[in-house]
């Protein structure tokens, strides 16, 4: 399986924009990039996924590199809630999902 | 529709007893999972289903044993529960493009 490097933590201002990076320089054509995070005491929830063009929803943005070596998730504006472990997964579907130890975000005031 | 939901919340085993982690969602998907998570650590796939009647071994099957007797239903039993099955269970259930996750089952294994 195609390998992800996030960095270990995060911190970001409150109403300020977040930009979590991840490395996945091995990734194959039909790898998929998803992106879930994980609120304290909680399970995972997924956040946002694509391929090749960057994708838009009401909770994040995503932003694949050109050669599709690298990409970004994008919280607009992080509140106190988006405090949360971000994990970057490679996969062909969502059913193969290897979950490994993200991002820890931290948001303050 | 309450999606994913996992039963029981918490447990505390004694080393040699077994127990049985049921999860159930109401969202008509055809594939189930259990994960583990280990403090610090991402989660790790015990095993899966890809339908009723089904079940495949994950990344860390020893020790665990599934049935999908129901499409709504992924049980996870535990026969000889050992310290080193402390940790904290998460069922998921997915359709096309997402995961769906429960809210874990924190079972600690004296």
């Known amino acids: 399986d195609a390998k992800t490097t996030q960095p270990n933590s995060m911190e970001s201002n409150e109403e300020e924009p977040v930009h979590l990076p991840c490395n996945h320089s091995?990734?194959?054509?039909?790898?998929?990039i998803h992106w879930y995070r994980q609120l304290p005491s909680q399970g995972p929830e997924y956040v946002i996924h694509?391929?090749?063009s960057n994708v838009n929803n009401r909770m994040a943005s995503l932003a694949i590199a050109e050669d599709r070596k690298s990409s970004t998730l994008i919280l607009h504006r992080a509140t106190l809630r988006d405090a949360a472990v971000y994990y970057c997964?490679?996969?062909?579907?969502?059913?193969?999902?290897?979950f490994g130890t993200g991002t820890r975000l931290q948001v303050t005031l | 529709n309450a999606g994913v939901t996992q039963t029981p919340k918490f447990r505390v085993l004694k080393t040699g007893q077994s127990m049985t982690l049921l999860c159930a969602q109401d969202?008509?998907?055809?594939?189930m999972y259990w994960y583990r998570q280990d403090p610090g650590m991402g989660l790790r796939l015990i095993h899966y289903?890809?339908?009723?009647?089904?079940?495949a071994k994950g990344e860390v099957p020893d020790g665990y044993n599934v049935s999908r007797l129901k499409k709504q239903n992924f049980l996870l039993g535990l026969e000889s529960a050992a310290p080193s099955q402390t940790s904290v269970y998460f069922c998921?259930?997915?359709?096309?493009?997402?995961?769906?996750f429960g809210p874990g089952t924190r079972l600690t294994v004296l």
């Open positions: 694509g391929l090749t």
């Open positions: 969202m008509n998907h055809e594939y």
């Open positions: 091995t990734i194959s054509g039909t790898d998929y």
């Open positions: 997964i490679l996969s062909q579907t969502a059913s193969k999902l290897t």
């Open positions: 289903s890809v339908g009723e009647g089904t079940t």
């Open positions: 998921a259930s997915s359709y096309h493009d997402e995961q769906f």
